[in-house]
């Protein structure tokens, strides 16, 4: 397992924007597809966006697609995720994962690895 660290999360207004970044521990850190969850109050976990071990491929819920943006640093064993055009419905609690590059990328059980999550407030 590795151990994951997010930070940037906080309070912003409707249409503005954060990025959030994943810190990563361990030198396997380009061995696994890395990913964003979030939770809302009262809520499950939902997926948000994936990124392959490359980097070449990732993937969307709908609710972001287009204005949300997933990319990572290997050397760096980082994980990012902009956020634009931010709506009072995304705002959750946003967890970074790990895991290895099997099963279904969209389904929270493929991962074994979690940070401890970074709260996101959206104002209207």
């Known amino acids: 397992q590795m151990q994951l660290v997010e930070s940037g999360g906080g309070l912003v207004q409707t249409g503005g924007s954060l990025t959030l970044s994943c810190a990563a521990s361990g030198r396997t850190f380009s061995s696994y597809r890395m990913a964003w969850f979030r939770q809302a109050p009262g809520k499950e976990r939902e997926f948000t966006a994936l990124i392959s071990r490359s980097g070449i491929t990732t993937s969307y819920a709908d609710s972001v697609k287009g204005r949300f943006t997933i990319s990572r640093d290997n050397p760096k064993n980082m994980v990012y995720l902009q956020m634009n055009s931010l709506k009072p419905e995304d705002t959750a609690v946003y967890y970074c994962?790990?895991?290895?590059?099997?099963?279904?990328?969209?389904?929270?059980?493929?991962?074994?690895?979690w940070g401890q999550g970074t709260q996101v407030t959206v104002s209207s």
């Open positions: 994962a790990a895991g290895f590059p099997y099963g279904l990328g969209y389904r929270a059980s493929t991962y074994d690895s």
